[in-house]
């Protein structure tokens, strides 16, 4: 186990965000993705958003995902 449980750990940057793709293992030897997207905020700081998908979901999860991609690609 890794850092803060990260077993693998990959990123997207913009100019205005950054994604970060976690893989995370629990104490239980549970895998889960976390999706994070931190930007920067007006106080020099980051402000950062967090979602969750525990590998039991992750199925559902990426199919609705590209059902939300093949929606935007329809529409352009």
């Keep these: 186990m890794g850092l803060?449980?990260?077993?693998?750990?990959?990123?997207?940057?913009?100019?205005?965000?950054t994604y970060?793709?976690?893989i995370k293992e629990n104490r239980y030897g549970d895998?889960?993705?976390?999706?994070?997207?931190?930007?920067k905020n007006s106080s020099e700081g980051f402000e950062r958003q967090?979602?969750?998908?525990?590998?039991?979901?992750?199925q559902g999860f990426v199919a609705e995902f590209q059902k939300s991609l093949d929606f935007i690609k329809k529409k352009k």
Aim: glycine share 2%; no cysteine; charged share 30%.
């Design 31 to 39: 895998l889960f993705l976390n999706i994070v997207e931190s930007k």
């Design 50 to 58: 967090s979602v969750i998908v525990f590998e039991e979901d992750l």
């Design 4 to 17: 803060r449980g990260e077993v693998f750990s990959t990123k997207f940057a913009t100019d205005k965000r």
């Design 20 to 22: 970060f793709f976690n």
